[in-house]
T-cell receptor
Framework: GAVVSQHPSRVICKSGTSVKIECRSLDFQATTMFWYRQFPKQSLMLMATSNEGSKATYEQGVEKDKFLINHASLTLSTLTVTSAHPEDSSFYIC?????????????FGSGTRLTVV | AQSVTQLDSQVPVFEEAPVELRCNYSSSVSVYLFWYVQYPNQGLQLLLKYLSGSTLVKGINGFEAEFNKSQTSFHLRKPSVHISDTAEYFCAVTPNSGGSNYKLTFGKGTLLTVNP
């Protein structure tokens, strides 16, 4: 089945630094990738949608200059949290889908736990 | 726009008992429906999905769900749960017309706790 690899699984960084999270589709071409943020014991909040080769579309209230998304190839999308602060600490999850991805129910990465100290 | 309501935030049950996790949705267009399971500190795993056809959908790990269009519901059921089913369960929908890149709208989740 479709596999999405997300790295790192955990990262701790100092306040003010930037962190990059990678999301790779291993066995299919991901035409669309979604980035979510999940707070403890809460649902997933969609941050942005990215299509390969295009600029990401951010959801209302998500700072595009703070959360940089790049989807340069059909197998890789990255989320960079710039100038991270403690309030950015959260669980970030990516999801990838190919053409007609709804047929497969979308494939999620295993998530990245970001802690900003 | 779509919205998903999971009526129970927590459902405690005993091992080998049946369970039903409720999901209702609201949408002005037809939708596809999904149930996902999330174990602690992990991503989401698809349990089952409804795209079209038979309204009773069978998924992995013995779960099934029934789509009821008139009641706009998609409840998840399992006849006999195991300790290993303890996890967070999310119901999600997406428009079936491709609107918004098929992005998913999630419910708030239901924590299923199976006790011995």
């Amino acid at each position: 089945g479709a596999v999405v690899s997300q790295h790192p699984s955990r990262v701790i960084c100092k306040s003010g630094t930037s962190v990059k999270i990678e999301c790779r589709s291993l066995d299919f071409q991901a035409t669309t990738m979604f980035w979510y943020r999940q707070f403890p014991k809460q649902s997933l909040m969609l941050m942005a949608t990215s299509n390969e080769g295009s600029k990401a579309t951010y959801e209302q209230g998500v700072e595009k200059d703070k959360f940089l998304i790049n989807h340069a190839s059909l197998t890789l999308s990255t989320l960079t949290v710039t100038s991270a602060h403690p309030e950015d600490s959260s669980f970030y999850i990516c999801s990838a889908t190919g053409t007609g991805g709804y047929l497969y129910g979308y494939t999620f990465g295993s998530g990245t736990r970001l802690t900003v100290v | 726009a779509q919205s998903v309501t999971q009526l129970d935030s927590q459902v405690p049950v005993f091992e080998e008992a049946p369970v039903e996790l409720r999901c209702n949705y609201s949408s002005s267009v037809s939708v596809y429906l999904f149930w996902y399971v999330q174990y602690p500190n992990q991503g989401l795993q698809l349990l089952l999905k409804y795209l079209s056809g038979s309204t009773l959908v069978k998924g992995i790990n013995g779960f099934e769900a029934e789509f009821n269009k008139s009641q706009t519901s998609f409840h998840l059921r399992k006849p006999s749960v195991h300790i290993s089913d303890t996890a967070e369960y999310f119901c999600a929908v997406t428009p079936n017309s491709g609107g918004s890149n098929y992005k998913l709208t999630f419910g708030k989740g239901t924590l299923l706790t199976v006790n011995p």
